[in-house]
């Protein structure tokens, strides 16, 4: 009796299949913004920003001269994506926080890594283009749905570049359908504001000598308090038995009134 036999598959197919599988299931993590290198002023604050995608979702550790970070002054502020996270070091100490640090990006497929340098300096250290805030960020009430501006001015040789943080992580206003913008001032507008919107806010003024950060300042979102009051009360119906009747009632307040019915003394 024959027996059929089975076709053999060649090597290099198999590893392909095989690396296909891989692929598959898991992605090598990828970076989607990686630090910069920092110069900042001692008693100040530093920054620095890691995002990564992959599959799973990669885990970001944070070294200083290869090991995990691990002091008061130092924070890991996690994006609220899951995205990446944020490292800032306040108040900055030198020449204790000089060193490489390491952004490790990790998944079960593997991991990445993206260092930066950080340089502190004193104030009598500084260059003559060295940025300074002229004008930062006010505490701030604005009622919701109003416009809120955050003002911040800042002067430097070349002029510095400015953006903004919110609690301790970068401003997106890239991704809000233009209800949060950057004016060429360097001011913060933001447009319908919400509730979500409020927090500490602080600009931070870069050039090529250095980084400066803005003293913080809150920014309150005030919702409107409005009792409630019957725009439509109900009216009275006659009716024949088993015949069907519609009772509008319509309430207005902020925040908006929730209705309910009773017949009688029950609901």
Same mark, same amino acid.
């Given at each position: ?44 604050? +530093?920054?620095?920003? $890691?995002? %990564?995608? @992959?599959? #799973?979702? &990669?885990? =970001?550790? /944070?070294? !200083?001269?290869?090991?995990? *970070? ?77 416009? +809120?501006?955050?003002? $911040?001015? %800042?002067? @430097?040789? #070349?002029? &510095?570049? =400015?953006? /903004?943080? !919110?609690?301790?992580?970068? *401003? ?96």
């Amino acid at each position: 009796m024959l027996v059929p036999s089975l076709p053999i598959m060649p090597r290099p197919l198999l590893l392909v299949l095989g690396l296909l599988c891989l692929t598959a299931a898991d992605m090598l993590p990828k970076f989607l913004r990686t630090p910069n290198d920092q110069t900042g002023v001692q008693g100040g604050v +530093a920054s620095f920003i $890691c995002q %990564a995608t @992959g599959d #799973p979702r &990669p885990k =970001i550790v /944070w070294n !200083k001269k290869g090991k995990k *970070v691990s002091n008061q002054r130092f924070e890991v502020i996690e994006f609220d994506d899951g995205s990446g996270s944020v490292l800032r070091i306040q108040p900055l100490r030198t020449p204790r926080d000089e060193a490489v640090y390491e952004c490790v990006a990790s998944n079960s497929a593997g991991e990445t890594s993206s260092s930066t340098r950080l340089t502190v300096l004193r104030e009598d250290q500084l260059p003559p283009g060295f940025p300074t805030i002229d004008m930062g960020p006010q505490l701030k009430v604005v009622e919701r749905t109003r416009t +809120a501006t955050m003002l $911040c001015a %800042a002067s @430097g040789n #070349p002029d &510095p570049d =400015i953006s /903004w943080f !919110k609690d301790f992580l970068p *401003v997106n206003t890239t991704n809000n359908n233009g209800r949060i913008k950057q004016l060429r001032s360097g001011a913060l507008q933001i447009e319908q504001s919400e509730e979500s919107d409020q927090g500490k806010y602080e600009c931070v003024a870069t050039n090529n000598d250095g980084t400066r950060y803005s003293a913080p300042a809150n920014l309150y979102v005030r919702v409107r308090r409005v009792p409630p009051r019957f725009s439509i009360p109900p009216t009275d119906s006659e009716i024949m038995p088993g015949g069907s009747v519609n009772i509008t009632c319509v309430a207005v307040g902020s925040p908006m009134p929730y209705v309910k019915w009773m017949l009688g003394r029950k609901t």
